[in-house]
C-alpha cells in the first residue's frame, strides 16, 4: 500500500514556474514507476509525465516536452514536477501516481494521490 500527498499548486502568471513535490508513505517507493497526470475542467485526465524506478527514464508528451521536467529522490521518497513556461492551457489538477507498469495509461496506476490546483493566469 501507497499513500500519496501533492503540494506545491497555486496560482501562477503565464510564463512563470511552479514545482510540484510528491511524499509516498512506505518503504518500497523505489519499486514504483511514478507519474504525473493533470485533469482540467470537463476534460479527461491526461498523462503529463513519468518515471522509472531508478529514475534514469522518464517520458513526457509532446505538451509538456521542452518545459516540464519530472525527478525523485527514492531516499525520500519523492517525486517532483519542475513546470516552467506555463502556460493557461496548463491550468488543471494535477495528480501523482503509481504504477507497477511503465506505461502512459491511467489505468494502470494503481495508487492516486488527492491532487492539487494549478491555475496560470493570462
Known amino acids: 500500500q501507497v499513500q500519496l500527498v501533492e503540494s506545491g499548486g497555486g496560482l501562477v502568471q503565464a510564463g512563470g514556474s511552479l514545482r510540484l513535490s510528491c511524499a509516498a508513505s512506505?518503504?518500497?517507493?523505489?519499486?514504483?514507476?511514478m507519474a504525473w497526470f493533470r485533469q482540467g475542467l470537463g476534460k479527461e485526465r491526461e498523462f503529463v509525465a513519468r518515471?522509472?524506478?531508478?529514475?534514469?527514464?522518464?517520458d513526457y508528451p509532446d505538451s509538456a516536452k521542452g518545459r516540464f521536467t519530472i525527478s525523485r529522490d527514492n531516499a525520500k521518497n519523492t517525486v517532483y514536477l519542475q513546470m516552467n513556461s506555463l502556460k493557461p492551457e496548463d491550468t488543471a489538477i494535477y495528480y501523482c501516481?503509481?504504477?507497477?507498469?511503465?506505461?502512459?495509461?491511467?489505468?494502470?496506476?494503481?495508487?492516486w494521490g488527492q491532487g492539487t490546483q494549478v491555475t496560470v493566469s493570462s
Open positions: 512506505g518503504r518500497t517507493f523505489s519499486r514504483y514507476v
Open positions: 518515471i522509472s524506478f531508478s529514475g534514469a527514464s522518464t
Open positions: 501516481a503509481a504504477g507497477s507498469v511503465w506505461t502512459i495509461n491511467v489505468s494502470n496506476y494503481n495508487y
